[in-house]
Each structure stands twice: as structure tokens, then as C-alpha cells.
């Protein structure tokens, strides 16, 4: 299985060819660490982090 791409602007995972949250088009196959976000209101990492979005999301993207 090859590994997801994920956005270097806001580190959504992304199968299309622009990203959802951010509209970029700049992605990466380097990633570390998943998050996965269900409730980005009541979520204090998201919070902490900038997510806006429910979604996945890389933890640090190269």
C-alpha cells in the first residue's frame, strides 16, 4: 500500500489534485504521524494546532 499525500500548506490528507482546505496544490508523500480530527470546535489539539476542519491530517510534513 503506497503512502497518502498530504498537503505542505495545511496538512490535510488529499486524494485529489487540489486540497480541500486550503485550495494549494503543493503536496508531499513525506509525512510522520497521523491526527485525525472529528470535532475540530470542541477539540482542544485542534485548537492548539489551527485546524478549522474535521478531517486527517499529518503531524509533520516534509
Do not use: H
Amino acid at each position: 500500500m503506497s503512502k497518502k499525500k498530504a498537503c505542505r500548506r495545511c496538512k490535510l490528507f488529499v486524494e485529489g489534485d487540489k486540497c480541500p482546505g486550503c485550495e494549494s496544490s503543493d503536496f508531499t508523500n513525506t509525512w510522520q504521524g497521523r491526527l485525525f480530527v472529528q470535532d475540530a470546535q470542541r477539540s482542544v489539539i485542534a485548537e492548539k494546532i489551527g485546524i478549522k476542519t474535521k478531517g486527517e491530517y499529518a503531524i509533520k510534513v516534509r
